[in-house]
């Protein structure tokens, strides 16, 4: 019997680290979900066959989270699809980084865009089923930045710390209709994004890191477990620090 066994996620950016790993350990737990990806067909159509490796239904759909209508329309292709949605995962990000000086207009509009436009249209379209069952839990995916700042990622964290006012304030909107909002906020996490860093630089914020070790996407899938399911069902509005200590 899986922590999910019944409900339907959807999960933005499923195609590789963070979404990947919420991917699989939804489909572990029982849950049908839909994902999304941007232009990784190949890495999401092999998420897609070890997700329905578990026996339960899956799909991926190219879809663009920064584009109002296209998040329209994924909700309507999953709610034809799957029936409803019980649990909405807004993970899909990107980083622009530079310093403040340097930063062009195009690397701050495209980072709001796809970081914090993308939770108001998937949040905005997700809602209206929920509304009618009359239960959901949304997941957004800000970062320990959002809450510290980062010299070099003054548009990320932006995105990030606007996350976290967008979800406390659906909370409030939307709890008497027993739908859920909660923000997790990851620290190091070694993916694709987190790629970049030198050997150096790893062994630097890992001594800053009281658990000494960077996060993996199961780490943060795992508190996605938790906030989709009913163990969180008393839970709403709140950020939850997934980072080895480092936001202590
Ligand atoms: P990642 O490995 O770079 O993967 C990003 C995912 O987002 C991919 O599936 C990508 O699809 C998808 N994506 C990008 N732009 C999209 C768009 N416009 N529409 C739909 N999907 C899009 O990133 P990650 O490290 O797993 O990060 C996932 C989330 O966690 C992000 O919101 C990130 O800001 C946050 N986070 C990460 C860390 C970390 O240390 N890694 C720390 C804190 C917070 P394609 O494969 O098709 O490109």
């Not at 049908?32 to 897609?48: G, P, R």
């Not at 790893?202 to 943060?220: H, M």
Request: aromatic content about 6%; proline content about 1%.
């Amino acid at each position: 019997m899986g922590l999910l066994n019944g409900k339907v996620a959807l999960v933005t950016g499923g195609s590789r680290g963070i979404g990947e790993a919420i991917v699989l350990k939804f489909a572990a737990q029982g849950a049908d979900v839909a994902f999304t990806y941007l232009s990784s067909a190949e890495k999401a159509n092999a998420v897609l066959e070890k997700a329905k490796a578990y026996g339960v239904n899956a799909i991926a759909l190219k879809s663009d989270a920064a584009d109002y209508n296209q998040a329209e329309a994924l909700v309507n292709t999953v709610i034809e699809k799957m029936g409803k949605i019980d649990i909405l995962v807004n993970n899909a990000g990107i980083t622009k980084d530079t310093l403040m000086l340097r930063m062009s207009e195009e690397q701050w509009d495209q980072v709001i865009e796809v970081n914090l436009k993308s939770v108001f249209n998937l949040t905005k379209h997700a809602l209206k089923p929920m509304m009618k069952q009359r239960s959901g839990s949304i997941i957004n995916m800000s970062s320990v930045v959002g809450v510290f700042g980062n010299a070099g990622q003054a548009n990320y964290a932006a995105s990030k710390a606007g996350i976290i006012g967008f979800s406390k304030s659906i909370a409030k909107e939307v709890g008497s209709r027993n739908i859920r909002c909660n923000v997790i906020a990851p620290g190091f996490i070694e993916t694709d994004m987190t790629h970049a860093l030198t050997e150096d630089q790893k062994k630097a914020y890992t001594d800053n890191i009281p658990l000494k070790r960077l996060g993996s996407g199961e780490d943060i899938a795992d508190t996605c477990v938790y906030l989709g399911s009913d163990l969180s069902a008393y839970v709403t509005g709140q950020v939850l620090s997934v980072c080895g200590g480092l936001n202590t």
